[in-house]
């Protein structure tokens, strides 16, 4: 992941270290803790059901193949 930070652009790279934690800590403590379910069930299934997922699959259909291969 280090890898793919260091080759974005300077921004995405202070934007990636900067909020990437911060999401991730939130993932890990709110959403998802290891210990038991999602401490709040009705905010993790208005996510997982919100429109903008749908959205989001039919851009990702759009955008052209990319092979990108590391040596």
């Known amino acids: 992941m280090a890898h793919m930070v ?4 300077r921004s995405a790279r202070l934007g990636a270290r900067r ?3 911060r999401f991730q800590s939130a993932c890990e403590q709110i959403a998802y803790p290891l210990s038991e379910l ?10 997982t059901e919100h429109p903008v997922h749908e959205a ?3 851009a990702a259909k ?3 193949f990319v092979g990108i291969s590391v040596a």
Do not use: E, K
């Open 19 to 21: 909020w990437g934690p």
């Open 38 to 47: 999602p401490s709040d069930q009705g905010l993790l299934t208005r996510f």
């Open 6 to 9: 260091d080759n974005c652009s």
């Open 56 to 58: 989001l699959a039919s």
């Open 62 to 64: 759009l955008r052209p």
